[in-house]
C-alpha cells in the first residue's frame, strides 16, 4: 500500500516562494518517478512537472513553468518537493503529487490528497 502526502501549501503574495513537499509511505518510491500536478476551480486538472528515478526533470511546456519552478526529490526520505518561485495568482491551485514506476504512465498510479497553494495580495 503506497500513500502520498503533499504539505506545504498555504497562502503567499505575488512574488513569493513556497516549497511543497510529498511524503511516500508504504514501500520505496526511488525506482518511480513522481511529479506534481494542479488544478484550479472551473479547470481540469494539468500536469505541472515529475522527475524520473535518476533526477531527470520535465516540465509542462504549455504552462511555462520550468523558469519559476524546480523540482527535486530526496530518496533518503522517501520524498519529493516542487520549489516555487516568483508565485503569480494564475499558480492559485490544489496541487497535487503523482507517482508511477515511469514518467510517461505519471497520474495512472498514486495520489495524494492535494494541498491548496493561493496566491494573492
Known amino acids: 500500500q503506497v500513500q502520498l502526502r503533499e504539505s506545504g501549501g498555504g497562502l503567499v503574495q505575488p512574488g513569493g516562494s513556497l516549497k511543497l513537499s510529498c511524503a511516500a509511505s508504504?514501500?520505496?518510491?526511488?525506482?518511480?518517478?513522481m511529479g506534481w500536478f494542479r488544478q484550479s476551480p472551473g479547470k481540469e486538472r494539468e500536469f505541472v512537472a515529475c522527475i524520473s528515478a535518476n533526477g531527470l526533470s520535465e516540465f509542462n511546456a504549455e504552462v511555462s513553468l520550468k523558469a519559476r519552478f524546480a523540482v527535486s526529490r530526496d530518496n533518503a526520505k522517501n520524498t519529493v518537493y516542487l520549489q516555487m518561485n516568483s508565485l503569480k495568482p494564475e499558480d492559485t491551485a490544489v496541487y497535487y503529487c503523482?507517482?508511477?514506476?515511469?514518467?510517461?504512465?505519471?497520474?495512472?498510479?498514486?495520489w495524494g490528497q492535494g494541498t491548496q497553494v493561493t496566491v494573492s495580495s
Open positions: 508504504g514501500r520505496s518510491l526511488s525506482d518511480n518517478a
Open positions: 503523482a507517482a508511477s514506476f515511469t514518467m510517461a504512465t505519471m497520474g495512472n498510479d498514486y
